[in-house]
């Protein structure tokens, strides 16, 4: 399987950062790419395929880029819906396997 | 806008069985990719399986950990797709979602999930 692993595992920042989460796959995944934004007790929300391309609703401070191995997730200009987990997960491969998080807190 | 409501969770002893549903709208059921993935208390997302659209041979797929004792099917008519679980085990202890897609652009729509407590 492919492991997917992400860092930080969690973060404490204001409203208005710029924020960027890294995520790092175990082998080259080109750019089948996905972040997710989870927060509990709500379904969770598809942000980004393709490692860049932003899903319809999906405000614009969010941004992704990356391929191969290596990608990130930056958010430019934190809002107060922002704060939430987010994870990212590969799409080349079966199994689909996801990061383990990164918890965005308010600092 | 696709909506996805999911149903069934509840208490099981280890060793039972369950079935979970969800209900699709807003979107055509028929075509999509159906899957189901769960977050265990505390840990991250894990994919547990996925069904293809009748047109794509309605194959389906499951994560390792739950092969072999977990079934996916799907209800076209009634827009559901169901998980059967059985020979539950207290790792299975989980909040599970169902979601569309599952393939190369990822999970797309996503319900609020339904929780699955194994416990004696």
């Known amino acids: 399987d492919i492991q997917m692993t992400q860092f930080p595992s969690s973060l404490s920042a204001s409203v208005g950062d710029r924020v960027t989460i890294t995520c790092r796959a175990s082998q080259n995944i080109n750019r089948y790419l996905n972040w997710y934004q989870y927060k509990p007790g709500k379904a969770p929300k598809h942000l980004i395929n393709a490692a860049s391309s932003l899903q319809s609703g999906v405000p614009s401070r969010f941004s992704g880029s990356g391929s191969g191995t290596d990608f990130t997730l930056t958010i430019s200009g934190l809002q107060p819906e922002d704060f939430a987990t987010y994870y990212c997960q590969q799409s080349y491969i079966t199994p689909p396997t996801f990061g383990q998080g990164t918890k965005v807190e308010v600092k | 806008e696709a909506q996805l409501v999911e149903s069934g969770g509840g208490l099981v002893k280890p060793g039972g069985s369950l079935i979970l549903s969800c209900a699709g709208s807003g979107f055509d059921f028929s075509y999509a990719w159906m899957s189901w993935l769960r977050q265990a208390p505390g840990k991250g997302l894990e994919w547990v399986g996925r069904?293809?659209?009748?047109?794509?041979?309605?194959?389906?797929d499951y994560a390792a950990p739950v092969k072999g004792r977990f079934t996916i099917a799907r209800d076209d008519f009634r827009k559901t797709v169901y998980l059967q679980m059985s020979s539950l085990k207290i790792e299975d202890t989980a909040v599970y979602h169902c979601t569309t897609g599952g393939g190369y652009d990822g999970f797309e729509d996503w319900g609020q999930g339904t929780l699955v407590t194994v416990s004696s």
């Open positions: 069904i293809q659209s009748k047109a794509a041979g309605e194959s389906t």
